[in-house]
C-alpha cells in the first residue's frame, strides 16, 4: 500500500490573543508559513468573523494549510495536507506555533488515499 | 474537556475519472454539499492542474470543506472542519459520495479543540 498524501491536524492552545483576531496578520504568516515548507502557493482566502476569529486557507500545488481561531480560548487548529516528499509540512508548523505564541501544542499526522498496486496500475492505463 | 471542533477525514475511492478532473462540476458539488450540510458559505476557491488533478476548498462560516483529487488513482480526499451543533456534515459527504460515485469509501471523525473549563473562564475575561 502506498499513501498519495499526509494531513497533519495541530492543535494550538495558549495562544496570543490579539494575534488570533489579526485576519491581515494570520494570513501574513499562513502564507509565509507555507513558503517555508517549500509548497507553491496557488491561492489564499481568510476572513475575519464577529465578534471574533479567523479562518482561512491557503491552497498550494500540493493540497491546503487550513486555519481556524477561537480568541476567546486562546486557540487555533491548523491541518496541512501534502503530497511528495519535496515539501516539509513540519516546517510550516514549527514556523505558525512560534508567531501564534502558543504555549501548549499537539499533532496528529494522518495518512491519506491508501492505493494498492493493482488497482493504481490499472488506473493509470484508463487515462 | 469540551471539543470545539469536528474534523472528518473522508477517503473516496474508485471514483469517476471523468467527475475527478472537472474543476467547475467539482467546484459546483462541493458548494451544494456545504449548502446541504446547513453550513454557511463565506468564499470558494478551486483549480484544475496539469496535467490531472482538481484542489479546492470552500470556507464556512462553520469552518471549512476540502477536496483533492488524484484522477489516476481514481481517489478523492475530502475533509470537513465545522464547529456547533447545527451544521450536519455527513449531509455533505454522503451527497459529494454519491456526485464522484465513489465505489468505496472510509472515514474518521476527529474532535479539535479540547479545553479544559478554567482555562475557558479564563480567556473568556480577558476578551
Known sequence: ???????ILAE???CDIKILNDVELI?????EAVLKSGATIIDSTF?????????GVVVIA???MALHTWPE???AAVDFFT???????????????????SSKNSSREIMRGLIEHETQELLEAQL
Not at 1 to 7: P, Y
Not at 27 to 31: Q, W
Not at 91 to 100: E, F, R, V
Open 1 to 7: 500500500m502506498n499513501a498519495l498524501g499526509r494531513h
Open 12 to 14: 494550538y492552545y495558549g
Open 27 to 31: 494570513e501574513h504568516y499562513m502564507r
Open 47 to 55: 476572513h475575519r468573523f464577529n465578534p471574533h476569529g479567523v479562518s
Open 62 to 64: 500540493e493540497s491546503h
Open 73 to 75: 480560548h486562546g486557540y
Open 83 to 101: 503530497c511528495g516528499d519535496r515539501v516539509d509540512p513540519w516546517k510550516a508548523l514549527k514556523y505558525i506555533s512560534n508567531k501564534l505564541k
